[in-house]
């Protein structure tokens, strides 16, 4: 097992603390890295297993859980040169601003701190800043769920989306139209582990916001915020599941999406954002823009940079690596305007057939077409592909970059079609689960089964 260690022997160089770095927090690290930058990679308790598997010069493994793990790493973290205190997951987010807070380091507002992972408090935080937002209510049972729509007067058939309080990755999150529907997705959904780890004790109801859906990214330095990609995305509903099949950049922005960055500038203010990088998911609906989640941390679930340098001269993470190591350079990007660059596409490969992966067919079609810049977590062979409706990436990704955009969109409805038709993924029967005599009070063994975290 990996050891724990404490931060290194600094003698007055500064130290950048990355809570949880998982997921892209490990590209946010490296970014880090190259630039020389002392790095300790901090785990809270629960991440034990990918603490193990960290290969950084620099990690700590805390043994406590709850408001105790602050005390514990301030007290490790007080001795030592620290400039900084970075979300480096989702997981990270309210650790990191707790401690950046004790610390009294730059962090974002801290009496709004929940407000920036529950997505009630974050619509109510919005409510109070006279930012519009989607109708949302907290609910823990179907009983609960009928006297919410009872209030809203909601009429049979309206569309409308249930969804864990508290996760990431689009799990849980259902699109259901009429009552029968919604009340099945609450029974499915309630109590579940999600994949932060924890269970739904309650869920949300929300409006369901028709529109097109984009993303907004942004790097924060004391309180001004600089965006740096807008992203429109192309979601499909797949029994009765929202599916991302891609985001494309927007490198010159119309009048609307002028509106929308404008209004997501507002919900970062009003869910205190101050320091660091944020990734916002938001509707552009008839009634203008709605938010969909504020996520403090940088984009997921793919930050390999060079597709992103070859689009626009920077990635996200280095972007927040800037930031940190060199403000005024950063500081001074406030006066650019935005736009220009050259069009990126992420593409979430979907296999929607089950069994197990026998080969990527798709995969010497697609490094042929135009625009086609590489491609990131191809699933292995003899497995399962995973759940197509998450956002985790876990299926792979496929990178295109191109100035010419009708070019790029044009690969990329090519690829969708070849996912569609079973054909980017060549799928066999999973084999065959070996016959387990029954045990000694008659049982029959069974496998486990796994929900993702």
Do not use: K, W
């Given at each position: 097992?990996?050891?724990?260690?404490?931060?290194?022997?600094?003698?007055?160089?500064?130290?950048?603390?990355?809570?949880?770095?998982v997921s892209t927090g490990r590209e946010l690290a490296a970014a880090f890295r190259e630039e020389g930058a002392r790095v300790l990679h901090l785990y809270e308790a629960a991440l034990h297993a990918e603490h193990a598997l960290d290969t950084g010069p620099h990690t700590h493994?805390?043994?406590?859980?709850?408001?105790?793990?602050?005390q514990e790493a301030a007290e490790l973290l007080r001795a030592h040169p620290v400039a900084a205190v970075i979300a480096a997951s989702e997981r990270g987010v309210r650790f990191a601003n707790a401690l950046a807070h004790v610390l009294e380091l730059p962090h974002h507002e801290h009496r709004l701190a929940a407000a920036r992972r529950d997505k009630e408090l974050m619509v109510r935080?919005?409510?109070?800043?006279?930012?519009p937002a989607a109708r949302t209510r907290t609910i823990a049972s179907v009983a609960e769920l009928d006297k919410v729509l009872d209030a809203w007067g909601t009429a049979p058939g309206t569309p409308l989306v249930i969804k864990p309080r508290d996760s990431a990755?689009?799990?849980?999150?259902?699109?259901?139209?009429?009552?029968?529907?919604?009340?099945?997705?609450?029974?499915?959904?309630?109590?579940?582990?999600?994949l932060m780890g924890e269970t739904n004790t309650d869920l949300l109801v929300q409006e369901y916001l028709a529109?097109?859906?984009?993303i907004v990214n942004t790097v924060s330095m004391a309180g001004r915020h600089l965006v740096t990609e807008v992203y429109r995305e192309r979601i499909d509903t797949r029994d009765g599941a929202p599916v991302l099949r891609h985001i494309i950049s927007r490198p010159e922005l119309d009048e609307r999406e002028r509106t929308l960055t404008d209004y997501v500038l507002r919900c970062l203010d009003a869910l205190g954002i101050k320091e660091g990088a944020a990734h916002t998911e938001v509707m552009l609906?008839?009634?203008g823009p709605r938010l969909v989640e504020v996520n403090s941390r940088v984009m997921g679930p793919s930050l390999t940079p060079d597709p992103y340098h070859a689009a626009f001269g920077y990635s996200h993470q280095h972007l927040v690596a800037e930031r940190f190591l060199r403000p005024k350079e950063f500081a001074r990007r406030f006066d650019l305007p935005y736009g220009g660059g050259r069009t990126l596409a992420k593409i979430f490969l979907r296999?929607?057939?089950?069994?197990?992966?026998?080969?990527?067919?798709?995969?010497?079609?697609?490094?042929?077409?135009?625009?086609?810049?590489?491609?990131?977590?191809?699933?292995?062979?003899?497995?399962?592909?995973?759940?197509?409706t998450l956002t985790t990436g876990a299926a792979g990704i496929a990178y295109l970059v191109h100035e010419d955009e009708d070019l790029l969109r044009s690969s990329l409805e090519f690829v969708h079609h070849l996912e569609d038709d079973d054909a980017f993924y060549r799928m066999a029967d999973a084999p065959a689960l070996p016959h387990h005599a029954p045990g000694?009070?008659?049982?029959?063994?069974?496998?486990?089964a796994h929900t993702p975290s």
């Open positions: 097992m990996h050891s724990t260690t404490r931060p290194p022997a600094t003698r007055g160089i500064l130290v950048y603390v990355l809570v949880d770095p493994l805390l043994t406590q859980n709850g408001p105790g793990a602050v935080a919005l409510e109070d800043a006279g930012v990755g689009s799990d849980g999150c259902t699109v259901v139209t009429g009552r029968a529907q919604a009340h099945a997705a609450v029974e499915t959904t309630l109590l579940r582990s999600n529109g097109t859906q984009y609906t008839a009634a296999g929607f057939r089950d069994g197990v992966l026998a080969s990527v067919e798709g995969a010497r079609t697609l490094r042929r077409l135009p625009g086609f810049h590489s491609i990131d977590r191809l699933p292995a062979t003899g497995a399962a592909i995973p759940d197509p000694p009070e008659g049982a029959v063994a069974r496998p486990c």
